[in-house]
């Protein structure tokens, strides 16, 4: 049994008003976790709502920062400390504008890529190693503001297509508590149709 907690962060922004957003991926991918195994989102701490329990025998702290996105680290780092876990025992799961919609990438460590939650998280923390999950919602069309794009809502045809996007993540996420960061790259890393 693994005695480690580990921490299972979707990034986006409280409120329903943003439920659908682009922005959200991050959020409807922990919801999607927490669905598959039985875990409720019941507590608040650290400015954040927290679902507790287990997967596949690993001890986990599901998050969704209720700080707004920018701030996410106001949340995310005080629970990391809580639960005296690592940067490692972290993952944090994001929307993505430089993938296609549906894609996913997972890596071991990095900068924010110019996300404002990523960014939060990063300097709170002090560190930049710990994994990390996109979610593509790809770039708006034209010359359309990114930040407005983030705000829309999916449209029923994005939905339809990030289902199994979000089937995928969840997977991804279960084969990184159970086998490791490498495991759980190739399968996410890899084209859809293949994995």
């Not at 799961?93 to 960014?119: A, C, F, I, V, W």
Request: proline residues 7%.
């Amino acid at each position: 049994m693994d005695e480690r907690r580990r921490i299972i962060v979707g990034l986006g922004n409280p409120g329903k008003q943003y439920a659908h957003n682009r922005h959200n991926a991050g959020f409807m991918a922990v919801d999607r976790l927490a669905d598959r195994h039985g875990l409720k989102f019941t507590r608040m701490m650290h400015k954040g709502i927290v679902a507790l329990g287990e997967i596949e025998g690993c001890k986990v702290a599901l998050v969704k920062p209720q700080t707004f996105m920018n701030l996410s680290g106001e949340s995310v780092v005080p629970i990391v400390r809580f639960y005296k876990s690592e940067p490692s025992d972290l993952l944090v799961t994001y929307d993505e504008l430089d993938l296609p919609l549906g894609q996913l990438r997972m890596r071991p460590k990095g900068g924010s890529g110019g996300h404002n939650g990523m960014k939060s998280i990063i300097a709170r923390l002090g560190s930049e190693d710990f994994p990390r999950l996109r979610i593509g919602v790809g770039r708006p069309p034209g010359r359309r503001d990114p930040k407005d794009f983030l705000l829309d809502d999916f449209t029923p045809d994005e939905m339809a297509a990030l289902d199994p996007t979000l089937d995928r993540a969840v997977e991804g996420i279960r084969r990184w508590l159970t086998d490791g960061i490498d495991n759980a790259m190739n399968f996410v890393n890899a084209p859809a149709d293949k994995a």
